[in-house]
T-cell receptor
Framework: DTAVSQTPKYLVTQMGNDKSIKCEQN?????MYWYKQDSKKFLKIMFS???????INETVPNRFSPKSPDKAHLNLHINSLELGDSAVYFC????????????FGPGTRLTVT | QKEVEQNSGPLSVPEGAIASLNCTYS??????FFWYRQYSGKSPELIMF????GDKEDGRFTAQLNKASQYVSLLIRDSQPSDSATYLC????????????FGAGTQVVVTP
């Protein structure tokens, strides 16, 4: 029944580690997104994929690398984690061809110590 | 200059009253505007969208758009404690893929 799911929900790790967050949507949408929401609650887009093709690549450190194995999945890998990476990361999806309404996953709270 | 500006609040509203939330945006080409609600610790959820100038009503929510003034607002009538949340304004950008540009949100607190 879940529309957009993310794993893990919480991630606590130390500086310098590498971690991944996974996202899956069962809505049949063509487009998926990664957003970062910092402590001030500002929601900022990081990446977007349409049918496995990268279409939006905002100015984020190249330590962040998205991967889309198919249009239902979008993963985010983060290398050499830094304290400033601590935030909530949201995955979202939308049917770009008919609307830009986005459906968000539950979020992954990343804490870097 | 911020691309999307909202009063951060908190906006304190008595139960049953009207909550009025404002949003201004800088991208003159934006054509579509979305309002998302985000409860504390939860993900944003779409509650309203508006494409044309004027008002659009959906239940207790009314969105108002004035493209000439680059202004969009959300009214919540008969506010309920369950409306206590942060409301994010999101105009659609004019780049090829129309990414949403979220404001920082207005926190609404409905008091019984």
């Amino acid at each position: 029944d879940t529309a957009v799911s993310q794993t893990p929900k919480y991630l606590v790790t130390q500086m310098g580690n590498d971690k991944s967050i996974k996202c899956e949507q069962n809505l049949g949408h063509d487009t998926m997104y990664w957003y970062k929401q910092d402590s001030k609650k500002f929601l900022k887009i990081m990446f977007s994929y349409n049918n496995k093709e990268l279409i939006i690549n905002e100015t984020v450190p190249n330590r962040f690398s998205p991967k889309s194995p198919d249009k239902a999945h979008l993963n985010l890998h983060i290398n050499s984690l830094e304290l400033g990476d601590s935030a909530v990361y949201f995955c979202a999806s939308s049917v770009v061809t008919t609307s830009y309404e986005q459906y968000f996953g539950p979020g992954t709270r990343l804490t870097v110590t | 200059q911020k691309e999307v500006e909202q009063n951060s609040g908190p906006l304190s509203v008595p139960e049953g009253a009207i909550a009025s939330l404002n949003c201004t945006y800088s991208d003159r080409g934006s054509q579509s505007f979305f309002w998302y609600r985000q409860y504390s610790g939860k993900s944003p959820e779409l509650i309203m969208f508006i494409y044309s100038n004027g008002d659009k009503e959906d239940g207790r929510f009314t969105a108002q758009l004035n493209k000439a003034s680059q202004y969009v607002s959300l009214l919540i009538r008969d506010s309920q404690p369950s409306d206590s949340a942060t409301y994010l304004c999101a105009p659609q950008g004019t780049d090829s893929w129309g990414k949403l540009q979220f404001g920082a949100g207005t926190q609404v607190v409905v008091t019984p």
